[in-house]
């Protein structure tokens, strides 16, 4: 079975500049999260979708940060502008139904800006 | 409030010595889950474990053992005879179970695990 996959794996960009993430998570899993995991933290939900809909966007800072998820399947997350405190690895997880908390990372998006 | 607190940054131990990490946690949610993650140098995160807030008996899976004690608000977890593979973050985390933030995990900051032949 694939996992979750993300897009691009590293990425540098200047403050103020746009950025743009993209996860594709396992195939019939329902809901969807993207993570933010600062250096030395642990991650921190930043929104979570259940198909198509937002369940949770509770922490997305909505002034810069958006995220998507047409058709249920793939997501994207975009920044703009970004800040020097955005620097951190965007995770991106998926898990089956309803229910069921068990969430499958991909192997993140490390975003520096500068 | 939601919050997982791992004390410990890094443990540092030689091959086949067992490891044990601290997890402590704070919910006034009556159900809930707790994870252990690892998170080894490529970056995903790797399920490990769940137990439901409901059943504390403690388990042992392969060289994974864990001790959930609802009193003490506290999930340990232990590796048995560490290898040099088991190197790398360790994440505590503990998920909601409630209708408006129905599965969203709360991660503690991580321990740290070296371990060296």
């Known amino acids: 079975e694939a996992g979750v996959a993300q897009s691009p794996r590293y990425k540098i960009i200047e403050k103020r500049q746009s950025v743009a993430f993209w996860c594709n998570p396992i195939s019939g899993h329902a809901t969807l999260y993207w993570y933010q995991q600062i250096l030395g933290q642990g991650p921190k939900l930043l929104i979570q979708?259940?198909?198509?809909?937002?369940?949770?966007d509770s922490q997305l800072p909505k002034d810069r940060f958006s995220a998507e998820r047409l058709k249920g399947v793939d997501s994207t997350l975009k920044i703009q502008p970004a800040k020097l405190e955005d620097s951190a690895v965007y995770l991106c997880?998926?898990?089956?139904?309803?229910?069921?908390?068990?969430?499958?990372f991909g192997q993140g998006t490390r975003l520096t800006v500068v | 409030a939601q919050k997982v607190t791992q004390a410990q940054t890094e443990i540092s131990v030689v091959e086949k010595e067992d490891v044990t990490l601290d997890c402590v946690y704070e919910t006034r949610d009556t159900t809930y889950y707790l994870f252990w993650y690892k998170q080894p140098p490529s970056g995903e995160l790797v399920f490990l474990i769940r137990?439901?807030?409901?059943?504390?008996q403690n388990e042992i899976s392969g060289r994974y053992s864990w001790n959930f004690q609802k009193s003490t608000s506290s999930f340990n977890f232990t590796i048995t005879a560490s290898q040099v593979v088991d190197s790398a973050v360790y994440f505590c985390a503990l998920g909601q179970m409630t209708t408006d933030s129905w599965g969203k995990l709360q991660f503690g900051a991580g321990t740290q695990v070296v371990v060296t032949p």
């Open positions: 979708f259940q198909n198509n809909g937002v369940v949770d």
């Open positions: 137990r439901n807030s409901f059943d504390e």
């Open positions: 997880a998926s898990s089956p139904r309803v229910g069921n908390t068990e969430a499958f």
